[in-house]
């Protein structure tokens, strides 16, 4: 199996390592020579790019003179704050750093594939998977800050005593969907994107896919905006005091 050139600078480097701490928690790779898959090494370096971009952005912060980098910034998080303001409500900034975290390392993952031999980790599904359990994990822990266990809990009864029972049920498995729901869309739709990609590079070398990398582009700003919609529509769900 051929993979990406980061990927395997990744495994010359560290496939001793890796391969030892796997086979202690009891996971055997197909290949103890090359035990990193190309989606872990792309994370990686997507975390990289990212550390690296934040402490360049920080290293020239100005109140006087803002750079290009510390307006872009600064316009990425006005976009998720209005958006998050819309959605959640007023206390919004307690969450912010997390949605801009987010949005960042999803838009990342989706248009690093468009760098030739780059892959878009959120079109492997163990990908948009990690993110939506943490964000599952994330807005029902601060459901529980915001509302106490208890008040909490009552979310999931409904307004009507009698009917609590079944009522927790159906929003047991209804928060459980969310997980299903935001894997699916944002995996579905970043695969279909690189396939399409493939497939006319291959037939078509020159001029056309150049097309479909605009369109692959669209796809990952869209996707990015709605993993983070409903992000923040499930973080005011949670958030919300009850009356």
């Known amino acids: 199996m051929n993979h990406l050139f980061f990927t395997e600078l990744l495994n010359r480097a560290f ?7 796997l086979e202690i928690i009891g996971i055997v790779p197909h290949n ?3 035990p990193i898959p190309d989606h872990v090494a792309m994370q990686l370096l997507v975390v990289l790019l990212l550390t690296a971009f934040f402490a360049i952005v920080r290293s020239r912060l100005s109140v006087d003179n803002p750079g290009a980098l510390q307006h872009g910034m600064e316009w990425a998080e006005n976009f998720v704050g209005n958006l998050a ?3 959640i409500g007023s206390h919004y900034h307690d969450y ?3 949605l801009v975290a987010l949005a960042l390392y999803i838009l990342t993952c989706n248009l690093i594939g468009l760098i030739p031999g780059f892959g878009s980790p959120t079109a492997v599904p163990v990908v948009p998977l990690g993110c939506a359990v943490v964000t599952w994990a994330y807005y029902h822990v601060q459901g529980v800050r915001a509302n106490g266990p208890i008040g909490y809990l009552k979310h ?7 009917l609590a029972p079944l009522m927790f049920i159906i929003e047991v498995f209804s ?3 969310r997980v299903l729901s935001l894997t699916i869309r944002l995996f579905a739709n970043m695969f279909a994107g690189e396939m399409v990609t493939l497939v006319f590079f ?8 150049i ?8 796809v990952a700003l869209i996707q990015t905006y709605i993993f983070v919609l409903l992000a923040c529509v499930y973080l005011g769900e949670a958030t919300a005091h009850e009356h």
């Open 96 to 98: 912010l750093p997390y």
């Open 202 to 209: 291959s037939l078509i070398p020159i001029g056309l896919p």
């Open 175 to 177: 928060h459980l969907a």
């Open 211 to 218: 097309l479909f990398q605009g369109l692959h582009v669209g």
């Open 156 to 162: 999931f009864m409904g307004p009507v005593w009698w």
């Open 15 to 21: 496939a001793g390592p890796v391969t030892a701490i």
């Open 32 to 34: 103890p020579k090359a």
């Open 85 to 87: 303001h819309e959605t």
